[in-house]
């Protein structure tokens, strides 16, 4: 492990190191809180250890961010936070390591915390709509001008492609006691089915998209329980605008967190609250093919979490962090569990919705 003091010192002048500690609960790059006093005041930061394995091109990752915080930051209509990486002291964005690995800064957001394990209809509505007024303000960027830092990340098929193959080979010998999840996830390939011949199909506008818009990745204040920045820019890419409110509906409104190891529900009242909120935000431009695939969105980005879960495990847990061997089973199942009842339930609160009907198969 390489010494934070270290990698802090490429970004400031340290006068007296005080602490670190690891912070948030991201799946791929590693964060620390570090603190330090600096011209008397005691300074509070976020360093970042970037995965170079899941993003094996960091520079461009940082353009990409770069590129869109500007944009926000000169919007007028986009009333939140922008938290840009902090240049090194050699005005880099990125810090490499002595073992080669990249480092970035942000400013750490006092008396903040992202409602990741504590969503009420009130929270959720307004996350969505930051995360709606995001995509508003980014709506005139030529998305084509972003990167694909991770090229098909989105691709469903092309996921269950690799998942068929990961399947077949079974490396790590786990096949053979996760047949009741197989076969759920295989009910649920005509959603990604559907999902992709709406792509092809020219219909869903090509827009800058979050691709994490989860509770995780939005900070509130703690005192006015106001939504301040929405963060974690590293997959802002071009997409469908119905990945975000999918991966809403996705992390917002289980009743328990993706990690708890046991079965979720979703909260209609969060559900709710999210469509308003969204709604509230994006209306007006959305086309009828966007406004009338929400629940299939939220369909679609569910099923495509279980299945990218489930294949991390049949992989032997190369790509998700986990803290014991089964979380990713854990997670697959948590995620296939919100799916119970989706159909019913999605055409009830995204009324003029369309989404596929899982329920006679009882996920
Ligand atoms: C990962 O690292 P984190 O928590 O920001 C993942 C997301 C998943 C999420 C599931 C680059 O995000 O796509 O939805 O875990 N990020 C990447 O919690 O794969
Ligand atoms: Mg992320």
């Not at 005139?140 to 001008?145: L, N, T, V, Y």
């Not at 827009?207 to 006015?224: E, M, P, Q, W, Y």
């Not at 979380?327 to 055409?347: G, K």
């Amino acid at each position: 492990m390489q010494d934070l003091r270290l990698i802090a010192a490429h970004f400031f002048e340290i006068e007296q190191w005080l602490d670190a500690a690891p912070f948030g609960n991201g799946n791929i790059n590693d964060t620390w809180r570090v603190r330090f006093s600096r011209n008397g005041q005691t300074e509070n930061w976020i360093l970042q250890r970037l995965n170079t394995r899941v993003f094996n091109d960091p520079q461009t990752l940082m353009r990409n961010t770069s590129a869109v915080c500007r944009h926000l930051v000169a919007s007028d209509d986009y009333p939140y936070a922008v938290i840009p990486p902090k240049p090194a002291r050699n005005g880099d964005l990125l810090v490499q390591d002595s073992d080669g690995l990249y480092w970035r800064a942000f400013l750490f957001y006092d008396n903040t915390y992202a409602p990741e394990n504590d969503t009420s209809p009130e929270l959720a509505y307004k996350a969505a709509c930051a995360y709606g007024a995001f995509a508003r303000a980014l709506r005139h960027f030529p998305a084509q001008e972003l990167t694909e830092v991770i090229p098909g990340f989105h691709d469903t098929l092309r996921r269950w492609a690799v998942f068929e193959k990961i399947l077949l080979d079974d490396r790590v010998g786990r096949a053979a006691h996760v047949g009741p999840e197989i076969e759920q996830l295989r009910r649920l390939k005509p959603v990604f089915e559907q999902i992709d011949s709406l792509k092809k199909s020219g219909r869903l506008p090509l827009r800058v998209t979050h691709n994490d818009s989860k509770a995780g990745n939005i900070l509130f204040d703690r005192t006015t329980h106001q939504a301040i920045a929405v963060i974690d820019f590293d997959t802002v890419m071009p997409g469908t605008l119905l990945a975000d409110f999918g991966d809403m509906v996705r992390s917002f409104g289980p009743d328990r967190p993706e990690g708890s190891g046991s079965e979720a529900y979703l909260r209609r009242d969060v559900l709710m609250a999210l469509r308003d909120g969204f709604l509230s935000q994006t209306d007006n431009f959305l086309t009828d093919d966007e406004r009338n695939n929400l629940g299939l969105a939220a369909q679609w980005i569910i099923g495509e979490q279980a299945l990218r879960f489930l294949t991390d495990y049949l992989d032997g847990d190369q790509y998700f962090k986990i803290t014991h061997p089964e979380h990713n089973l854990e997670r697959t199942r948590n995620q296939l569990s919100l799916l119970r009842d989706s159909d019913a339930t999605f055409a009830d609160i995204f009324s003029s919705s369309r989404q596929v009907v899982l329920n006679e198969t009882r996920l």
